[in-house]
């Protein structure tokens, strides 16, 4: 009974009861296994390449085929979503870690911190992630996917306003007010009050981070900005096919429909989470 009345028992019920944020996890955990587990398992490399099997059809020997170059599509897709949800994931971390301690202390302490805080959150958001992330790969080095700097940089606004709001919303409590009467100091407060009540706003944050880097991460490869072939990713890969989209299809539907399948999951994922973790709202 003591688990079930917990918050977090709650969350996770009503997070597993949706049919559709269990599926959407599911195809997640499936795609990252296959970009970051079966390229060891894989006969090809993403870098073999046999001009005498060109543009072939799917085959027992290569499932998805091959392309222009006749290297495999399940090597090249596997690899090239290792390199995109690679990146995807430092640059939500290095915003989600720098926004989020920005965030709390903006929100938790006010005073002069908190508007000089806001006045560089606020040049952030004014700044277009695309034209961010393209001057930190110009300026650091062409083709290196320095971008993902420029990519962190831009995430770091979303997660600094939205974590201040939390922080802001729970630090005028009257329990917050009482651990200051009894002795505690800030920092105590804060991880043992403000850091647990502001973490499922920022849990869901994190979910949305990764999907809007994701698609801003292939658009930049479509664009041939950072990663530069012969290395794969999701978007060049995109980028290399779309001259083939009538005669050959699958060289652009594959990596298109790994693009969409991933962004939508991890949509639903994060609504799935919204919906479960909104139930702790007013536990404290």
Not at 83 to 106: D, E, K, N, P, R
């Amino acid at each position: 009974m003591k688990n079930e009345k917990s918050p977090r028992s709650r969350a996770v019920r009503i997070f597993f009861s949706d049919p559709w944020s269990v599926a959407a996890t599911a195809v997640l955990l499936l795609l990252v296994l296959a970009c970051f587990v079966l390229p060891f398992f894989l006969k090809y490399s993403y870098l073999d390449t046999d001009f005498t099997i060109k543009l072939q059809g799917p085959s027992a020997e290569h499932p998805l085929g091959t392309d222009l170059l006749g290297r495999d599509m399940v090597a090249r897709l596997a690899y090239g979503g290792r390199f995109t949800l690679g990146i995807t994931a430092l640059a939500t971390v290095i915003a989600a870690v720098i926004g989020g301690v920005l965030g709390l202390l903006s929100g938790y302490w006010g005073g002069r911190l908190d508007f000089y805080v806001m006045r560089v959150v606020d040049a952030l958001s004014s700044i277009p992630s695309l034209f961010l992330a393209i001057v930190m790969e110009c300026a650091l080095g062409w083709g290196q996917g320095n971008f993902v700097y420029g990519l962190a940089i831009a995430a770091i606004a979303p997660f600094a306003k939205i974590v201040r709001a939390a922080a802001l919303d729970v630090a005028g409590n009257e329990y917050i007010e009482a651990s200051r009467a009894l002795g505690a100091s800030g920092l105590q407060v804060m991880r043992r009050h403000v850091l647990h009540n502001v973490l499922p706003v920022f849990i869901i944050q994190i979910v949305n981070c990764l999907a809007d880097t994701l698609i801003i991460c292939t658009i930049l490869g479509y664009m041939q900005v950072g990663i530069n072939p012969p290395t794969p990713e999701w978007g060049n890969l995109f980028h290399l096919g779309k001259d083939y989209i009538r005669s050959i299809p699958r060289l652009t539907f594959l990596p298109v429909a790994a693009i969409v399948l991933t962004t939508v999951s991890l949509n639903i994922v994060g609504n799935g989470l919204r919906d479960s973790l909104s139930t702790t709202g007013g536990d404290r």
